[in-house]
């Protein structure tokens, strides 16, 4: 049975705004990360998205219930999901560690939006549309010059540059595993929540040894213990209830082309706050982020599903979805973070 009343159609504002509000929060990662010196990349990553999992589950646990079933016939989704999940951060602040923030971040943010799209043509058989294809190109060739711009320290070595290259590329391949997982798992019927809170429950609960082992130094300052618990409840926890509204409104190619705005932000952080100076080609590789941005913004609805033309996303409108779960119902009824 689905909700009564008008859905929200792919790549609507309110699902562009949702996307683009957990790219700023998400920006913010790497400048909090400097406030922990004494804390790896391992103990950041599992603290940020093993808790920040956890979390999306325990407001999820409702749907979870009620999605039980959808989730047991889809068990591979979920796992591979999860397996994402776990993996992205420890390779995301990784690459971020060894190839400075903003390397390791461009890197891993701009791969993601290919990698997604690989997926899509794969799983779905689908063409991307033109105007994707316009504002991906946009945003690796704005991805690129910020790379360019040598902002962030320098790595010590060419070879730790290198690995960074490398984790980062993980990293954007597995974010774009686990925005495919999910996105399928509602085009399956399973709910939003449900979707998020199985896939990052699961994956938050595979971080969870690694912060056993790593997190140490988290605990040995109150600024080290602070930086934890904002990576945990606002860029992870809050941004990815954010993501997971925004992929019930857009395809995950575009939601993953959206998140470019990441490294933008994450660039003029670190001159703001850390103190680092942005020459004139990387501003110029904000502008060109900038425009790829309005470009996917702005594009005709159905362009936004590919060349066909066609309707809503896999993930709208689902047959076989609880009423509760979509959109057009409201959303989940479990409390929003801050309530």
């Known amino acids: 049975m689905r909700a009564a009343g008008p859905r929200a ?14 790219a700023v929060l998400w920006g913010t990662t790497g400048t909090a990360a400097t406030f922990a010196p004494g804390a790896g990349p391992l103990a950041i990553g599992a603290a940020a998205l093993g808790i920040g999992g956890l979390l999306q589950a325990a407001i999820a646990l409702p749907a979870l219930r ?15 999901g999860a397996a ?29 939006p290919l990698a997604s799209g690989v997926l899509e ?6 063409p991307l549309g033109r105007w994707w294809m316009l504002a991906a190109a946009l945003g690796t060739t704005g991805s690129t010059l910020l790379c360019l711009s040598g902002t962030g320290r320098t790595a010590g070595s060419a070879g730790a540059s290198a690995a960074g290259v490398g984790l980062g590329l993980v990293a954007g391949a597995a974010y774009a595993l686990y925005s ?18 199985a896939v990052f429950g ?10 056993l082992l790593t997190g140490a130094p988290l605990l040995a300052s109150g600024s080290s213990f602070a930086v934890a618990a904002y990576m945990a409840l606002v860029p992870m926890f809050l941004g990815y209830w954010l993501f997971g509204l925004g992929l019930t409104r857009l395809r995950p190619s575009t939601a993953t082309t959206l998140t470019l705005a990441e490294p933008a932000v994450a660039a003029l ?47 709208a409108g689902a047959p ?8 057009a119902a409201g959303g989940v009824p479990v409390p929003r973070p801050g309530a």
């Open 84 to 112: 994402a999940v776990a993996v992205y951060p420890l390779a995301f602040y990784s690459s971020m560690h060894l190839a400075g923030v903003a390397i390791g971040t461009v890197v891993s943010l701009a791969s993601a």
């Open 66 to 80: 009620r999605a039980r079933t959808g989730l047991r016939s889809h068990r591979p989704l979920v796992a591979a």
């Open 202 to 211: 699961a994956g938050g609960a595979l971080l969870l040894p690694v912060l």
């Open 180 to 197: 495919c997982t999910v996105h399928r798992l509602m085009g399956h019927g399973v709910g939003r929540a449900a979707s998020m809170g």
């Open 121 to 126: 043509r794969v799983l779905e058989r689908r």
């Open 9 to 22: 159609a792919p790549g609507t504002p309110a699902g562009v705004a949702a996307v683009l509000t957990t």
């Open 320 to 327: 076989g979805r609880d009423p509760r779960d979509s959109p």
């Open 269 to 315: 952080l670190a001159v703001a706050v850390v103190g680092e100076r942005l020459p004139p080609v990387g501003w110029a590789g904000l502008g060109v982020l900038g425009t790829a941005l309005v470009v996917l913004a702005l594009a005709p609805g159905g362009d936004d599903t590919g060349e066909d033309g066609g309707g809503a996303s896999p993930g």
